[in-house]
T-cell receptor, first 110, second 114 residues
Framework: GQQLNQSPQSMFIQEGEDVSMNCTSS?????WLWYKQDPGEGPVLLIA?????ELTSNGRLTAQFGITRKDSFLNISASIPSDVGIYFC??????????FGKGTRLSVIA | DARVTQTPRHKVTEMGQEVTMRCQPI?????VFWYRQTMMQGLELLAY????????DSGMPKDRFSAEMPDATLATLKIQPSEPRDSAVYFC????????????FGEGSRLTVL
């Protein structure tokens, strides 16, 4: 079945630093999504990407749909304490349900 | 503010007991998904429905898990009998069609089976 490799598994950064995380797939996807999960809550959609090469921003967040359609990255600029949480990539191809990566756990040190 | 509602938020039960988790999807959404989240496995898809019809439940242990949608406003996930390995957070998510990726998650039901 489809698998997503998300890296890094965890990150510890200083407030104000930029963050980058990525996701790769063993197969071609036609949709990439990025979610954030706060402790005790469900994942919340941050950015959705539907076209290869697409670059989309949401405030300090920027995500790109890789040209090969097998990867995507998420960047967070000028991190703040409330950026703490687990970030998940998710993707799908055809009419199959979303497949999720294992998540990147982000810690921000003030 | 439309959102997916799940109950209970927390459940502690003993091994062998029946557990039922409920989900109210966002009004107008026609697809409902059940995911299980654990530290080891991450988010695993258990089952999903479109227009109340089950499309795939291959992710569920069939002998003890069952998922249903009695009506468009209610989805249920039942475990009978429960086992300690079922301890996890169970999420319900809804969306507009399997072919659209944007899923909206509930806050989850944290299950602990002793």
């Amino acid at each position: 079945g489809q698998q997503l490799n998300q890296s890094p598994q965890s990150m510890f950064i200083q407030e104000g630093e930029d963050v980058s995380m990525n996701c790769t797939s063993s197969s071609i996807f036609n949709t990439w999504l990025w979610y954030k999960q706060d402790p005790g809550e469900g994942p919340v959609l941050l950015i959705a990407l539907y076209k290869a090469g697409e670059l989309t921003s949401n405030g300090r967040l920027t995500a790109q749909f890789g040209i090969t359609r097998k990867d995507s990255f998420l960047n967070i600029s000028a991190s703040i304490p409330s950026d703490v949480g687990i970030y998940f990539c998710a993707g799908r191809s055809g009419n199959t349900p979303l497949v999720f990566g294992k998540g990147t756990r982000l810690s921000v040190i003030a | 503010d439309a959102r997916v509602t799940q109950t209970p938020r927390h459940k502690v039960t003993e091994m062998g007991q029946e557990v039922t988790m409920r989900c109210q999807p966002i009004l107008g959404h026609n697809t409902v998904f059940w995911y299980r989240q654990t530290m080891m496995q991450g988010l695993e898809l258990l089952a999903y429905f479109r227009n109340r019809a089950p499309l795939d439940d291959s992710g569920m242990p069939k002998d003890r898990f069952s998922a249903e949608m009695p009506d468009a406003t209610l989805a249920t996930l039942k475990i009978q009998p429960s086992e300690p390995r079922d301890s996890a957070v169970y999420f319900c998510a809804s969306g507009l069609g399997v072919e659209w990726g944007e899923l909206f998650f509930g806050e989850g039901s944290r299950l602990t089976v002793l």
